[in-house]
């Protein structure tokens, strides 16, 4: 790294360092979670708010296809963010399922303001490099007459967060800047921070063995979802950080 560059890490490895990991199969769904799962879901959103608002096809056809596992992921994104979040149909409150083995999961980050200007602040006693250093989500951020906004729980200031499935379906009348940045050592321009978080996220994407969704891990290992272990996931590439450089 140099003077000025741009550190920008996934969310996940940060909250799997922090121990932010749940096993799904502990948890027995409740009738809502259920409902959630089985109708909300699989059956209102993927045959029809999501053909009307135009989620893509990839997601519908997930939504279509849950499989019963599903009832214990909603009862989990019910007890840690509630309801607001466990309504969205896919990707609820940013809870990882793609990159964690078997039946766990990983949830955001905790405080990671602090993480990111700790972070900063050792690369800069350790090796002497003035660098940013932010946190960032796939998960989108919608912009509407110029205002920032996210569904995620939580995001930098700039950006409104915590919309649930609320900012999720105002999100389809918007357009989407990009992933979501959680946390930024140092402020600079919105657009600016927009566009880094963007880059690297593009980047992580070109990786072969990139896993979007937890789909995708299965398809990976040609396995149920389950069945995935952390040797498999060890032995394959991940990009959890990229350093942006300016030109």
Known sequence: MEDGDFLVISETPIAISQGRLVDESEFTPSLLAIFLADIWSKYIWGYVLGPILGIKKRTINNLRNLPPEARAH????????????????????????????????????????????????????????????????????????????????????????????????LGRFGKIKGPTTLAISKMHDLEEITEIAKVADDYQN???????????????????????????????EHIPAVIVRKN
């Open 206 to 236: 070109q990786n072969i063995y990139s896993m979007e969704t937890v789909y995708d891990m299965g398809k990976s290992f040609d396995l149920e979802i389950d069945g995935v272990t952390v040797e498999m996931l060890s032995s394959i």
């Open 74 to 169: 909603k009862e989990v994104v019910l007890k840690y963010y509630g309801l607001k979040h466990a309504l969205k149909p896919a990707s609820e409150a940013g809870i990882d399922l793609s990159n964690a083995p078997g039946s766990y999961v990983s949830l955001l980050p905790e405080n990671p303001a602090e993480v990111v200007e700790d972070i900063a602040k050792k690369i800069s006693k350790n090796f002497g490099k003035e660098v940013v250093v932010s946190i960032i989500d796939t998960d989108a951020t919608y912009e509407i007459s110029g205002k920032l906004f996210t569904s995620l729980p939580i995001a930098i200031n700039e950006i409104k967060s915590n919309f649930g499935f609320f900012g999720y379906v």
